[in-house]
């Protein structure tokens, strides 16, 4: 006799709804075991410490079990049933995924019914059933199922009194997998007073995203985009009321420009400034044209430190693992907490434009009485090249204003080193100025992101933002091709940087170069680190050193222009003109600001080649974009070149066309069995 378990016996503490192609695991999900003690908690405080208690025990055992850190293998034999259930359950805390008993048998022996099987699976195995919908005027809640078809699981058998061994096993999870480190907090935190407020805040902010409607609307668009793309990538967290609390998507185009662009990233949360906005995230970063471009779009109804670090989990997922190497946020307990969790060895920039913007509202009376005091705080914060001139310049205001004991200015001096670009020297951050802030799409979110706004409105205003912004992206793409640029200097270097540079990487170079013609180097170090002295028509006041290190064929400048944007200075383009050099030395040309930005192996090839299989479609999507993107890069040079280009593209389109077709029909074309090797 076999029993299996329904959907609606079960309760979920916290899952994690991941869609991708790649096979990949599940975040802060807690064990069945875990969780059924919850089922009976009530408002008492006895009641709550017992089952703190017990929780804490449990967590306790499975830490101190001896077989904590193995994992399940075919024949691992059990002296029961339960053993071999609180085995699987602690391996499946240790990984972060929910288990259940989906089947069982039975077995009539000596005429005494005998337990023989059992099989434990992950908590998203297998489909929710539909049932049928009963005649009643009163409406129900639709519920998000956490089920995905998951196919991992254990099945022990009996072979003897006291032997049971694993006879079936699925390791491979179809969804991602966070170890849960804050499993025990989680839990825990569900039993206090500050749990239900929180609760009511989440129904809140559900009501005012998705009023009257369903947060199916939101699934159902993942789904078709995902087949309609391979590479759409998205990820829904729902709490243990199926109840959406976070999602995250990006599309196959943000993905790959993530994999040109991603070295500098913000996180933007604007909404998070007015209440009558919808709870929008995004990542963003730059790309060689200085473009703000979008890597991935959140919404966030929990803003919570665990929310925050489940989004840029996710995030990191969705990127194929790859760390970026700075990424910019605004200020919040919550939000710098996840990023210190999730990205250790990233440089964490707080974003100063979001800092001043609040400095006129905090400091509102004094400027009223001292109109110039923001231009100046403003002055001192974008154009202070130092740390020693930063320092000056602000107690002088300080002392200027006698605003030296204000508890606003006090606390954003405490944390200086996070904003003030003097102190951020070094760290790459694509900004090609400090004065002048970079397009966001603030303007966007003020215009069609208030919650008025439906949901199916957010989304259709959304994608057409996405589509807008890459038919800008191509645009330049194009002029940079075909657009003749005007030089203003005799110097090898200027034409080289013609060649090169998209337009706008070429204009600020061109800026940089032609200011260097007025910059005289002085040698005041010999040897193998030669050291010289750089200055506008000598004065001492705007002088800069310069280092070149004769074992590296390389120079370095005190300015640190280069390493935070990626375009030589101004001192080190005075040395080479002086020095003789003819062109721009090869270490000097960043490659994500060139005509060549985007070519070259891309993130999934070159970070996390062995995590997808030969046969994976997003690696044929990827790779085939990749050559389109260079035929296309050709193909716009001339028109004989579009001619040909255009003609082979239908050519192949319809050849597509016509393979589909027959295999619809259930006809096989020769030749068809793996898909071609990849080119680089």
């Given at each position: 006799?076999?029993?299996?378990?329904?959907?609606?016996?079960?309760?979920?503490?916290?899952?994690a709804?991941?869609?991708?192609?790649?096979?990949?695991?599940?975040?802060?999900?807690?064990?069945?075991?875990?969780?059924?003690?919850l089922?009976?908690?009530?408002?008492?405080?006895?009641?709550?410490?017992?089952?703190?208690?017990?929780?804490?025990?449990?967590?306790?055992?499975?830490?101190?079990?001896?077989?904590?850190?193995?994992?399940?293998?075919?024949?691992?034999?059990?002296e029961?049933?339960?053993?071999?259930?609180?085995?699987?359950?602690?391996?499946?805390?240790r990984?972060?995924?929910?288990?259940?008993?989906?089947?069982?048998?039975?077995?009539?022996?000596?005429?005494?019914?005998?337990?023989?099987?059992?099989?434990?699976?992950?908590?998203?195995?297998?489909?929710?059933?539909?049932?049928?919908?009963?005649?009643?005027?009163?409406?129900?809640?639709?519920?998000?199922?956490?089920?995905?078809?998951?196919?991992?699981?254990?099945?022990?058998?009996?072979?003897?009194?006291?032997?049971?061994?694993?006879?079936?096993?699925?390791?491979?999870?179809?969804?991602?997998?966070?170890?849960?480190?804050?499993?025990?907090?989680?839990?825990?935190?569900?039993?206090?007073?500050k749990?239900?407020?929180?609760?009511?805040?989440l129904k809140?902010?559900?009501?005012?995203?998705?009023?009257?409607?369903?947060?199916?609307?939101?699934?159902?668009?993942?789904?078709?985009?995902?087949?309609?793309?391979?590479?759409?990538?998205?990820?829904?967290?729902?709490d243990?009321?199926?109840?959406?609390?976070?999602?995250?998507?990006?599309?196959?185009?943000?993905?790959?420009?993530?994999?040109?662009?991603?070295?500098?990233?913000?996180?933007?949360?604007?909404?998070?400034?007015?209440?009558?906005?919808?709870?929008?995230?995004?990542?963003?970063?730059?790309?060689?044209?200085?473009?703000?471009?979008?890597?991935?779009?959140?919404?966030?109804?929990?803003?919570?430190?665990?929310?925050?670090?489940?989004?840029?989990?996710?995030?990191?997922?969705?990127?194929?693992?790859?760390?970026?190497?700075?990424?910019?946020?605004?200020?919040?307990?919550?939000?710098?907490?996840?990023?210190?969790?999730?990205?250790p060895?990233?440089?964490?920039?707080l974003?100063?434009?979001?800092?001043?913007?609040?400095?006129?509202?905090?400091?509102?009376?004094?400027?009223?009485?001292?109109?110039?005091?923001?231009?100046?705080?403003?002055?001192?914060?974008?154009?202070?090249?130092?740390?020693?001139?930063?320092?000056?310049?602000?107690?002088?205001?300080?002392?200027?204003?006698?605003?030296?004991?204000?508890?606003?200015?006090?606390?954003?001096?405490?944390?200086?080193?996070?904003?003030?670009?003097?102190?951020?020297?070094g760290s790459?951050?694509?900004?090609?100025?400090?004065?002048?802030?970079?397009?966001?799409?603030?303007?966007?979110?003020?215009?069609?992101?208030?919650?008025?706004?439906?949901?199916?409105?957010?989304i259709?205003?959304?994608?057409?933002?996405?589509?807008?912004?890459?038919?800008?992206?191509?645009?330049?793409?194009?002029?940079?091709?075909?657009?003749?640029?005007?030089?203003?200097?005799?110097?090898?270097?200027?034409?080289?940087?013609?060649?090169?540079?998209?337009?706008?990487?070429?204009?600020?170079?061109?800026?940089e170069?032609?200011?260097?013609?007025?910059?005289?180097?002085?040698?005041?170090?010999?040897?193998?680190?030669?050291?010289?002295?750089?200055?506008?028509?000598?004065?001492?006041?705007?002088?800069?050193?310069?280092?070149?290190?004769?074992?590296?064929?390389?120079?370095?400048?005190?300015?640190?222009?280069?390493?935070?944007?990626?375009?030589?200075?101004?001192?080190?383009?005075?040395?080479?003109?002086?020095?003789?050099?003819?062109?721009?030395?090869?270490?000097?040309?960043?490659?994500?600001?060139?005509?060549?930005?985007?070519?070259?192996?891309?993130?999934?090839?070159?970070?996390?080649?062995?995590?997808?299989?030969?046969?994976?479609?997003?690696?044929?999507?990827?790779?085939?974009?990749?050559?389109?993107?260079?035929?296309?890069?050709?193909?716009?040079?001339?028109?004989?070149?579009?001619?040909?280009?255009?003609?082979?593209?239908q050519?192949?389109?319809?050849?597509?066309?016509?393979?589909?077709?027959?295999?619809?029909?259930?006809?096989?074309?020769?030749?068809?069995?793996?898909?071609?090797?990849?080119?680089?």
């Amino acid at each position: 006799m076999e029993y299996s378990s329904s959907e609606d016996d079960e309760m979920v503490e916290d899952s994690a709804i991941f869609e991708d192609d790649v096979k990949a695991p599940d975040v802060e999900q807690q064990t069945e075991e875990v969780t059924s003690s919850l089922q009976t908690v009530s408002h008492g405080g006895s009641a709550l410490a017992s089952i703190r208690n017990a929780i804490e025990n449990e967590l306790l055992a499975v830490e101190d079990c001896d077989e904590v850190n193995q994992v399940p293998s075919p024949g691992m034999e059990f002296e029961s049933d339960g053993a071999a259930r609180a085995f699987y359950n602690a391996y499946a805390l240790r990984l972060g995924f929910g288990i259940r008993v989906a089947r069982s048998r039975c077995e009539r022996r000596k005429g005494v019914e005998v337990l023989v099987m059992k099989r434990f699976v992950c908590l998203k195995e297998g489909h929710h059933k539909k049932k049928v919908a009963e005649n009643s005027t009163k409406k129900k809640r639709k519920r998000l199922s956490i089920r995905d078809g998951c196919p991992a699981m254990m099945e022990v058998v009996r072979r003897g009194p006291e032997k049971w061994i694993i006879s079936k096993l699925v390791l491979e999870h179809t969804h991602i997998v966070v170890s849960p480190e804050r499993v025990r907090e989680i839990q825990l935190s569900r039993l206090s007073g500050k749990d239900r407020e929180h609760q009511d805040y989440l129904k809140e902010m559900r009501r005012r995203v998705f009023g009257e409607g369903d947060a199916q609307i939101l699934i159902n668009y993942f789904r078709r985009m995902q087949a309609e793309n391979a590479g759409f990538f998205y990820a829904m967290q729902v709490d243990n009321r199926n109840c959406l609390t976070n999602a995250l998507w990006a599309d196959a185009k943000a993905r790959m420009s993530y994999s040109y662009f991603g070295d500098a990233v913000t996180f933007d949360t604007s909404y998070r400034q007015n209440k009558n906005m919808m709870p929008f995230a995004v990542f963003t970063g730059l790309n060689h044209h200085g473009q703000t471009i979008v890597f991935a779009c959140a919404l966030v109804m929990d803003k919570t430190e665990s929310s925050f670090t489940w989004i840029l989990e996710t995030w990191l997922t969705a990127m194929c693992g790859r760390r970026p190497l700075t990424i910019t946020t605004d200020q919040g307990k919550a939000i710098e907490a996840a990023v210190a969790e999730v990205f250790p060895e990233t440089c964490h920039r707080l974003c100063r434009w979001r800092i001043l913007s609040r400095c006129q509202k905090k400091l509102s009376d004094v400027s009223c009485r001292f109109p110039a005091l923001h231009d100046e705080l403003k002055m001192c914060i974008n154009e202070s090249e130092n740390v020693e001139t930063f320092e000056v310049y602000w107690r002088t205001i300080l002392d200027k204003y006698n605003i030296g004991e204000n508890l606003w200015l006090q606390s954003l001096y405490s944390i200086r080193h996070r904003w003030v670009p003097a102190y951020l020297k070094g760290s790459f951050f694509a900004e090609l100025s400090t004065t002048h802030r970079v397009e966001t799409l603030n303007r966007f979110y003020r215009n069609n992101f208030v919650t008025e706004c439906s949901l199916q409105m957010f989304i259709a205003k959304l994608d057409q933002e996405m589509d807008s912004r890459y038919e800008k992206e191509a645009q330049e793409d194009c002029a940079t091709l075909n657009i003749q640029r005007i030089l203003k200097t005799q110097s090898p270097m200027e034409k080289q940087a013609a060649n090169i540079y998209t337009r706008m990487a070429f204009e600020k170079f061109q800026e940089e170069l032609v200011e260097a013609f007025n910059y005289y180097p002085l040698k005041i170090q010999d040897g193998p680190i030669s050291k010289f002295s750089v200055a506008r028509d000598g004065d001492a006041r705007n002088r800069h050193f310069v280092v070149f290190k004769e074992s590296e064929k390389k120079a370095y400048c005190n300015c640190f222009k280069y390493e935070g944007s990626g375009i030589p200075c101004r001192h080190l383009l005075g040395l080479f003109l002086v020095c003789g050099t003819i062109l721009i030395p090869e270490y000097c040309i960043l490659k994500r600001w060139t005509r060549k930005a985007k070519s070259g192996l891309m993130l999934q090839e070159s970070v996390h080649e062995g995590q997808y299989s030969e046969e994976s479609p997003i690696l044929w999507y990827n790779d085939l974009l990749h050559d389109a993107m260079k035929c296309v890069e050709r193909g716009a040079a001339s028109a004989e070149a579009y001619r040909i280009a255009k003609s082979m593209l239908q050519t192949v389109f319809a050849e597509i066309l016509g393979f589909e077709e027959s295999e619809s029909k259930g006809m096989m074309l020769p030749h068809v069995e793996k898909a071609p090797k990849r080119t680089g």
